[in-house]
Protein backbone atom coordinates (compact mmCIF):
# COMPACT_ATOMS: atom_id res chain seq x y z
CA UNK A 1 0.00 0.00 0.00
CA UNK A 2 1.12 3.21 -1.23
CA UNK A 3 0.62 6.13 1.36
CA UNK A 4 0.76 9.97 0.97
CA UNK A 5 0.51 11.85 4.28
CA UNK A 6 0.38 16.06 3.70
CA UNK A 7 2.84 15.85 0.78
CA UNK A 8 3.83 19.52 0.71
CA UNK A 9 6.28 20.42 -1.90
CA UNK A 10 7.37 23.94 -1.96
CA UNK A 11 11.10 25.40 -2.81
CA UNK A 12 11.70 28.82 -1.44
CA UNK A 13 12.36 30.48 -4.77
CA UNK A 14 8.42 29.46 -5.50
CA UNK A 15 5.88 32.14 -4.05
CA UNK A 16 3.05 29.48 -3.76
CA UNK A 17 3.56 25.40 -2.73
CA UNK A 18 3.48 23.49 -6.09
CA UNK A 19 2.19 20.36 -4.06
CA UNK A 20 -0.15 21.78 -1.19
CA UNK A 21 -0.89 18.97 1.23
CA UNK A 22 -1.28 15.85 -1.23
CA UNK A 23 -3.53 12.92 0.75
CA UNK A 24 -3.33 9.51 -1.08
CA UNK A 25 -4.05 6.00 -0.58
CA UNK A 26 -3.08 3.29 -3.37
CA UNK A 27 -3.22 -0.43 -3.00
CA UNK A 28 -1.36 -2.95 -4.42
CA UNK A 29 -2.22 -4.34 -8.00
CA UNK A 30 -4.47 -0.98 -8.68
CA UNK A 31 -3.72 1.21 -11.08
CA UNK A 32 -4.01 4.96 -9.47
CA UNK A 33 -4.71 7.64 -12.20
CA UNK A 34 -4.40 11.20 -11.49
CA UNK A 35 -5.15 13.71 -13.94
CA UNK A 36 -3.92 17.57 -14.28
CA UNK A 37 -3.29 20.03 -16.83
CA UNK A 38 0.15 21.25 -17.52
CA UNK A 39 2.22 22.92 -15.00
CA UNK A 40 -0.48 21.33 -11.94
CA UNK A 41 2.76 19.42 -10.22
CA UNK A 42 2.09 16.15 -11.67
CA UNK A 43 5.83 15.33 -12.82
CA UNK A 44 7.01 16.95 -9.95
CA UNK A 45 4.71 14.37 -7.48
CA UNK A 46 6.36 11.57 -9.25
CA UNK A 47 10.16 12.88 -8.85
CA UNK A 48 9.49 12.84 -5.57
CA UNK A 49 7.56 9.73 -5.07
CA UNK A 50 10.54 7.94 -7.08
CA UNK A 51 13.12 9.28 -4.94
CA UNK A 52 14.70 12.51 -7.54
CA UNK A 53 13.01 15.13 -4.91
CA UNK A 54 12.68 15.41 -1.69
CA UNK A 55 9.31 16.87 -0.20
CA UNK A 56 8.97 20.01 1.92
CA UNK A 57 7.22 18.03 4.46
CA UNK A 58 4.64 15.32 4.87
CA UNK A 59 5.75 11.92 4.08
CA UNK A 60 5.24 9.04 1.98
CA UNK A 61 4.94 5.81 3.67
CA UNK A 62 4.71 2.29 2.45
CA UNK A 63 3.48 -0.58 4.34
CA UNK A 64 3.20 1.70 7.48
CA UNK A 65 6.83 2.59 6.67
CA UNK A 66 8.10 6.04 6.12
CA UNK A 67 10.18 5.66 2.98
CA UNK A 68 13.28 8.71 2.63
CA UNK A 69 14.40 9.65 -0.81
CA UNK A 70 17.00 6.74 -0.67
CA UNK A 71 14.79 3.99 -0.20
CA UNK A 72 11.84 5.41 -2.91
CA UNK A 73 14.59 4.96 -5.62
CA UNK A 74 14.56 1.26 -4.92
CA UNK A 75 11.06 1.16 -4.12
CA UNK A 76 9.91 2.75 -7.34
CA UNK A 77 10.53 2.79 -11.21
CA UNK A 78 9.96 5.81 -12.91
CA UNK A 79 8.95 5.82 -16.50
CA UNK A 80 9.53 9.60 -17.52
CA UNK A 81 7.26 11.45 -20.23
CA UNK A 82 8.43 10.71 -24.01
CA UNK A 83 10.91 7.70 -22.39
CA UNK A 84 12.45 7.17 -25.66
CA UNK A 85 14.13 10.68 -25.75
CA UNK A 86 16.84 8.84 -22.63
CA UNK A 87 17.75 5.58 -24.74
CA UNK A 88 21.34 5.52 -24.17
CA UNK A 89 22.20 1.79 -24.93
CA UNK A 90 23.26 0.87 -28.31
CA UNK A 91 21.02 -2.28 -28.52
CA UNK A 92 18.31 -3.63 -26.26
CA UNK A 93 20.15 -5.99 -24.06
CA UNK A 94 22.40 -2.84 -23.21
CA UNK A 95 19.48 -0.92 -22.47
CA UNK A 96 18.23 -3.08 -20.32
CA UNK A 97 21.39 -4.02 -18.62
CA UNK A 98 22.63 -0.32 -17.89
CA UNK A 99 23.14 0.05 -14.81
CA UNK A 100 22.57 -3.86 -13.73
CA UNK A 101 25.37 -5.69 -15.89
CA UNK A 102 25.17 -8.56 -13.16
CA UNK A 103 21.04 -9.65 -14.41
CA UNK A 104 21.34 -12.82 -16.41
CA UNK A 105 19.56 -13.76 -19.44
CA UNK A 106 16.53 -14.97 -17.75
CA UNK A 107 15.70 -11.65 -16.29
CA UNK A 108 16.45 -9.96 -19.35
CA UNK A 109 13.70 -12.03 -21.59
CA UNK A 110 11.34 -12.45 -18.47
CA UNK A 111 11.40 -8.72 -18.59
CA UNK A 112 11.16 -8.45 -22.78
CA UNK A 113 8.08 -11.23 -22.40
CA UNK A 114 6.40 -9.09 -19.57
CA UNK A 115 5.84 -6.03 -21.99
CA UNK A 116 5.25 -8.28 -25.59
CA UNK A 117 8.28 -7.97 -26.65
CA UNK A 118 10.04 -11.58 -26.54
CA UNK A 119 10.02 -11.69 -30.34
CA UNK A 120 12.92 -9.06 -30.66
CA UNK A 121 16.43 -9.71 -31.37
CA UNK A 122 18.80 -8.54 -28.13
CA UNK A 123 21.15 -6.83 -30.53
CA UNK A 124 18.37 -4.52 -32.39
CA UNK A 125 18.71 -0.59 -32.43
CA UNK A 126 16.28 1.02 -29.21
CA UNK A 127 16.31 3.59 -31.89
CA UNK A 128 15.20 1.28 -34.59
CA UNK A 129 12.04 0.32 -33.19
CA UNK A 130 8.43 1.83 -33.70
CA UNK A 131 7.07 4.25 -31.48
CA UNK A 132 4.62 1.79 -29.11
CA UNK A 133 7.94 -0.60 -28.85
CA UNK A 134 9.78 2.47 -27.60
CA UNK A 135 7.11 2.94 -24.77
CA UNK A 136 7.60 -0.60 -24.03
CA UNK A 137 11.01 -1.21 -24.10
CA UNK A 138 11.38 1.61 -21.32
CA UNK A 139 8.08 -0.25 -19.37
CA UNK A 140 10.76 -3.33 -19.09
CA UNK A 141 14.00 -0.75 -18.60
CA UNK A 142 11.94 -0.40 -15.52
CA UNK A 143 10.27 -3.99 -14.82
CA UNK A 144 13.46 -5.70 -14.88
CA UNK A 145 14.41 -4.18 -11.56
CA UNK A 146 11.37 -5.42 -10.52
CA UNK A 147 9.86 -2.01 -8.87
CA UNK A 148 7.29 -2.52 -5.89
CA UNK A 149 5.29 1.01 -7.71
CA UNK A 150 5.67 1.63 -11.34
CA UNK A 151 5.22 5.39 -12.25
CA UNK A 152 4.35 6.38 -15.61
CA UNK A 153 4.24 10.09 -16.67
CA UNK A 154 1.89 10.62 -19.70
CA UNK A 155 2.51 6.75 -20.83
CA UNK A 156 0.14 7.81 -24.10
CA UNK A 157 1.91 11.44 -25.05
CA UNK A 158 2.81 11.39 -28.94
CA UNK A 159 0.96 7.94 -29.61
CA UNK A 160 -1.22 7.28 -32.38
CA UNK A 161 -4.74 5.65 -31.71
CA UNK A 162 -3.97 2.04 -32.11
CA UNK A 163 -0.68 2.21 -29.96
CA UNK A 164 -2.20 3.81 -27.60
CA UNK A 165 -4.83 0.97 -27.40
CA UNK A 166 -2.42 -1.24 -26.86
CA UNK A 167 -0.19 0.48 -24.59
CA UNK A 168 -3.86 0.65 -22.50
CA UNK A 169 -4.35 -3.23 -22.98
CA UNK A 170 -0.75 -3.97 -21.89
CA UNK A 171 -1.03 -1.77 -18.52
CA UNK A 172 -4.54 -3.34 -17.41
CA UNK A 173 -1.93 -6.77 -17.72
CA UNK A 174 0.49 -5.14 -15.96
CA UNK A 175 -1.05 -4.07 -12.87
CA UNK A 176 -2.37 -7.81 -12.52
CA UNK A 177 1.06 -8.20 -11.07
CA UNK A 178 2.70 -4.55 -10.41
CA UNK A 179 0.83 -1.34 -8.37
CA UNK A 180 0.87 1.52 -10.74
CA UNK A 181 0.75 5.03 -10.98
CA UNK A 182 -0.06 7.03 -14.13
CA UNK A 183 -0.12 10.97 -14.69
CA UNK A 184 -1.97 12.35 -17.59
CA UNK A 185 -3.49 15.49 -18.61
CA UNK A 186 -5.81 13.64 -20.83
CA UNK A 187 -7.72 10.81 -18.85
CA UNK A 188 -9.89 9.73 -22.42
CA UNK A 189 -7.12 6.81 -22.64
CA UNK A 190 -7.18 5.28 -19.23
CA UNK A 191 -9.98 5.88 -17.08
CA UNK A 192 -11.20 2.50 -18.87
CA UNK A 193 -8.22 1.01 -16.40
CA UNK A 194 -8.36 3.00 -13.75
CA UNK A 195 -9.04 1.57 -10.06
CA UNK A 196 -8.85 4.78 -8.62
CA UNK A 197 -8.71 8.63 -10.09
CA UNK A 198 -7.78 11.95 -8.86
CA UNK A 199 -7.67 15.18 -9.88
CA UNK A 200 -4.53 17.67 -9.46
CA UNK A 201 -4.78 21.31 -10.35
CA UNK A 202 -2.52 24.11 -9.22
CA UNK A 203 -1.49 21.52 -6.81
CA UNK A 204 -4.34 20.02 -5.25
CA UNK A 205 -5.00 16.91 -5.35
CA UNK A 206 -9.33 16.01 -4.97
CA UNK A 207 -9.97 11.85 -5.11
CA UNK A 208 -12.50 11.45 -8.08
CA UNK A 209 -14.70 8.27 -8.53
CA UNK A 210 -13.48 6.91 -12.11
CA UNK A 211 -17.34 6.17 -12.74
CA UNK A 212 -18.24 9.75 -12.79
CA UNK A 213 -15.41 10.46 -15.06
CA UNK A 214 -16.02 7.83 -17.35
CA UNK A 215 -19.95 8.96 -17.57
CA UNK A 216 -18.88 12.86 -18.47
CA UNK A 217 -16.37 11.51 -20.79
CA UNK A 218 -19.03 9.42 -22.17
CA UNK A 219 -21.71 11.26 -22.69
CA UNK A 220 -22.93 12.70 -26.35
CA UNK A 221 -21.32 16.11 -27.22
CA UNK A 222 -24.22 19.03 -28.56
CA UNK A 223 -24.40 19.09 -31.91
CA UNK A 224 -21.98 21.60 -33.41
N1 LIG B 1 12.32 22.87 -8.71
C1 LIG B 1 11.38 23.75 -9.12
N2 LIG B 1 11.50 25.04 -8.81
C2 LIG B 1 10.56 25.93 -9.19
N3 LIG B 1 9.47 25.62 -9.90
C3 LIG B 1 9.30 24.35 -10.25
C4 LIG B 1 10.24 23.32 -9.89
N4 LIG B 1 9.79 22.15 -10.39
C5 LIG B 1 8.62 22.41 -11.03
N5 LIG B 1 8.32 23.72 -10.95
C6 LIG B 1 7.06 24.38 -11.41
O1 LIG B 1 6.04 23.60 -10.79
C7 LIG B 1 4.88 23.55 -11.56
C8 LIG B 1 4.49 22.11 -11.81
O2 LIG B 1 5.35 21.53 -12.76
P1 LIG B 1 5.23 20.04 -13.27
O3 LIG B 1 5.30 19.14 -12.10
O4 LIG B 1 6.24 19.85 -14.35
O5 LIG B 1 3.74 20.01 -13.86
P2 LIG B 1 3.06 18.99 -14.90
O6 LIG B 1 3.91 17.76 -14.97
O7 LIG B 1 1.70 18.76 -14.33
O8 LIG B 1 2.99 19.70 -16.21
C9 LIG B 1 5.19 24.33 -12.82
O9 LIG B 1 4.67 25.61 -12.66
C10 LIG B 1 6.73 24.32 -12.86
O10 LIG B 1 7.19 25.44 -13.56
MG1 LIG C 1 4.77 16.84 -16.60
Same mark, same amino acid.
Given at each position: ????? =? ?10 ? #????? =? ?9 ? #? ?26 F ?5 ? !????? &? ?10 ? *? ?49 ? *????? /? &?? #???P =? ?18 L?? !?????? &? ?5 ? /? ?23 S????? !? ?11
Open positions: MLYLS =NLIYHPTACPTA #ILKAI =NLELAPQKLGL #IIGPSGSGKSTLLEILSGLAEPTSGGVWREQEL !LAEQL &QQLAGLVFQFPE *RHFCGGTILEELRLGHPELGSERVRQALSEVGLEHLSLSAQPHALSGGQQR *RLALA /V &QL #IRQ =NLLLLDEPTAGLDWSMRRQVN !LLAKLK &QDWTLLV /VTHDAGDMLAIADSCWTLNHGELKVDPAI !LKAKVQEPQPAA
